[in-house]
């Protein structure tokens, strides 16, 4: 067995491992990183990079075939499912790659291969070759998905996940996703836009992140006039069969459906990597979700010299907070016990779904869960001018000011350029705009910002009322 000292271990080499390994060694040369898998990081490999590419083939299929309704006509386009699947896997391993070449770049003495595990404080147990005792610690292990052990031994290889998605050599002929939130939404789309058969099962009403009453309706809608969707059904039964999977499941109005599909793809959720940690042997200790208690502004575990980043801890599970959390993290893990804080980015979340969803600032259910007094105002894209020119008109913003003293508090939206519109959002927030100054701003015409300048004149009034 062999045994290293060290500053800091980096525990997990993705998003956040990375930039806190990038942070930290500004400060010392005594870091050791710790990585069970390959390099390259989940965004890249599995994750918002390869869906992405998906995504953008889809839209070039429904491009061709909305072209009619400008009277341009083209015939049905053929998809090449090898293809496309073919720019996807090579385009993601070129993204990959950028990070691999990266990490293979540090000092071999910093990068250790293996499954890390707390075995007492500050001393690491990897795989059962090394032992590393570190001043301090950094965990940046990521997420995995939410797979039921009864449903994957029910269905074998037939049950897949988002990584092997992006590993097909030929798109399949159907896949029912189960589960209605950001990763289900974004795949039954793209898989849909392609000519796969795709049922989206959801056991609920949920459309990924939205609760907004008015914006979450106007996304049922959409969605199900999009995508085949079983809203509120319930699997009751899952079965291999020759060439696949069989599924009964319920509907909403009681009735029972039978149908067979290629693969059954588990969009569920995904929990932070931290139960094979052995956290308990650090004497760090966990609440009934099984996560630690954190300083959100250092990164730091409460009273220990641990740090934890990215989705590992899951509150906003998104690629730039993983950095921001990495650069905090790496820092404070050199500086400790001299932590200090480094302030969070207004939230921002975008689900690159048809049409977007974007969610900014404080959701409606935030606001409601605090009690806190908010003015709203609903808008429409139905007849949004630029909106109606694109034909994409269809879609719903909300949008929330504080009463007493008129500043913008939060946004959801579905609709066209949701992700542009949001970032214009998240800016204003973040510089603790008023409404008023918001529109003071210019908007260009004729544009879909115009229909966000409808919102706020709307919001205005209601902050009037
Ligand atoms: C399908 C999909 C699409 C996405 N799309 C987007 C998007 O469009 N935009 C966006 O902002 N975000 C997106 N995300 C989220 C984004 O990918 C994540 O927020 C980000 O990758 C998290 O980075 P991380 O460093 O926390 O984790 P990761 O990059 O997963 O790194 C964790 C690393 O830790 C390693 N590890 C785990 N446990 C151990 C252990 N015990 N010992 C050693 N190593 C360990 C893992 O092997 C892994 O390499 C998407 C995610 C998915 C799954
Ligand atoms: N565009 C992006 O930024 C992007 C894209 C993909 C993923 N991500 C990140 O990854 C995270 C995880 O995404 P996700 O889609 O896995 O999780 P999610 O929480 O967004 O969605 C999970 C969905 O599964 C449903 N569900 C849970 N258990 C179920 C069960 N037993 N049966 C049926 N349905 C069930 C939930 O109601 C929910 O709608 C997201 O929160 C997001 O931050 C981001």
């Known amino acids: 067995m062999k045994t290293l000292e060290t500053d800091i271990a980096i525990i997990g080499v993705g998003s956040a491992g990375m930039v806190a390994y990038k942070s930290a060694r500004k400060h010392t040369d005594r870091i050791v990183t710790i990585e069970s898998g390959p390099y390259g990081t989940t965004c890249a490999r599995v994750g ?44 993601r391993d070129r ?24 075995i007492a404080p500050g001393v690491l147990q990897i795989d059962d070759h090394t032992q590393v005792r570190a001043r301090t610690v950094v965990i940046a292990t990521g997420a995995s998905p939410v797979v039921p052990s009864e449903l994957k031994e029910a269905l074998g290889e037939r049950l897949i ?25 974004e795949l039954a789309h793209a898989l849909h836009a392609l000519g796969v058969r795709v049922r989206l099962l959801s056991r609920n009403h949920k ?16 969605t199900a006039a999009e995508l085949p969707c079983a ?21 909403e109005d009681g009735s029972s459906t039978t149908e067979t599909f290629d693969y059954l793809l588990m969009a569920t959720g995904r929990k932070p990597n931290l139960s094979g940690l052995n956290l308990a042997a650090a004497h760090v200790a966990l609440d009934e979700r099984g996560q630690p208690s954190i300083d959100t502004l250092t990164r730091q575990i409460k009273n220990q010299p641990i740090f934890i980043t990215g989705d590992a801890h899951s509150e906003r599970p998104v690629l730039h907070e993983a950095s921001d959390d990495g650069f905090a993290a790496g820092n404070n893990a050199a500086a400790w016990p001299d932590v200090r804080p480094y302030p969070l980015r207004a939230s921002l979340g975008i689900v690159f779904s048809k049409p977007q969803i974007a969610m ?6 935030q606001l409601q869960q605090n009690k806190q007094a908010f003015a709203r105002s609903t808008q429409s894209f139905a007849n949004q001018g630029r909106a109606r020119v694109d034909g994409n008109n269809s879609g719903m913003l909300a949008l929330y000011a504080d009463p007493s003293n008129g500043r913008f508090l939060g946004a959801e939206m579905i609709g066209p350029e949701a992700e542009h519109i949001a970032h214009l959002l998240a800016w204003a927030l973040q510089q603790e705009q008023t409404v008023a100054q918001m529109l003071a701003c210019p908007f260009y015409h004729p544009t879909v910002e115009e229909g966000l300048r409808s919102g706020l004149q709307r919001l205005r009034q209601a902050l009037k009322d």
């Not at 070449?101 to 291969?113: K, M, N, S």
């Open 161 to 185: 996940i988002n990584d092997d998605v992006f590993d097909w050599q030929d798109l399949p002929q159907s896949v029912a996703v189960m589960g209605s939130g950001v990763i289900g939404l």
């Open 48 to 91: 918002c990079m390869p869906s992405k590419l998906l995504i953008a083939a889809g839209n070039a299929a429904r491009a061709v075939r909305q072209a009619s309704h400008f009277g341009v006509h083209a015939p049905a386009p053929r998809i090449d499912g090898v293809a496309v699947m073919q720019r996807v896997r090579e385009e």
């Open 360 to 365: 900014v600032g404080k959701s409606h259910r």
């Open 231 to 251: 809203f509120n059904s319930q699997l009751e039964q899952a079965t291999r069969t020759e060439q696949g999977v069989q599924l009964h499941y319920t509907n």
């Open 207 to 222: 459309i990924g992140p939205l609760s907004d009453p008015d914006v979450l309706a106007s996304a049922q809608h959409i």
């Open 95 to 118: 993204f990959a790659q950028f990070s691999v070449d990266e990490v293979e770049a540090w000092p071999p003495e910093h990068r250790l291969h293996g499954l890390a595990r707390f």
